[in-house]
């Protein structure tokens, strides 16, 4: 038999069906406002049985790999402007968006969003294509 009642064991059936996030939001821990939370102290974590030690901030290269392989959007963007809704909705085919840029200013190149270099805009095998003449400070 079971060391368990009738009533803990449908007690446990009943915790068992609750979706995890009503679980988490019984037990959701409330936000402090800054200051009121006492000393904060920075957390150590030791190793795992069978995990190899290595120096802080050092990754080897056979973990860098993956990331490396990683594909990212990269966009060479060559100017903007601002315009009204009206002005946007009255565009027909043919129509030219002056842009507020110059002819032989650089282009941005972003990668997901955020600008890394500047470069300019070039032909080559029939394509156009971007020569990076800076890139930015990290």
């Known amino acids: 038999m079971s060391d368990l009642s009738q009533e803990e064991i449908e007690d446990l059936v009943k915790g068992m069906q609750k979706k995890p996030f009503e679980r988490e939001k019984q037990e959701k821990i409330p936000l402090l406002k800054p200051g009121t939370y006492g000393k904060v102290a920075k957390v150590?974590?030791?190793?795992?049985?069978?995990?190899?030690?290595?120096?802080?901030?050092?990754?080897?290269?056979?973990?860098?790999?993956?990331?490396l392989a990683a594909k990212t959007e990269v966009e060479a963007v060559y100017g903007k402007t601002r315009m009204?809704?009206?002005?946007?909705?009255?565009l027909k085919k043919g129509s030219l968006i002056p842009l507020e840029?110059?002819?032989?200013?650089?282009?941005?190149?972003?990668?997901?969003?955020?600008?890394?270099?500047?470069?300019?805009?070039?032909?080559?095998?029939?394509?156009?294509?971007?020569?990076?003449?800076?890139?930015?400070?990290?």
């Open 101 to 138: 840029e110059l002819c032989d200013d650089l282009v941005d190149i972003l990668v997901e969003g955020k600008r890394v270099a500047r470069g300019e805009i070039v032909a080559a095998n029939g394509h156009f294509g971007v020569k990076i003449v800076s890139f930015d400070n990290p």
């Open 44 to 67: 150590t974590f030791s190793a795992l049985d069978g995990e190899r030690q290595r120096a802080k901030g050092h990754v080897t290269e056979e973990e860098r790999e993956p990331f």
């Open 84 to 90: 009204s809704l009206r002005e946007l909705a009255s």
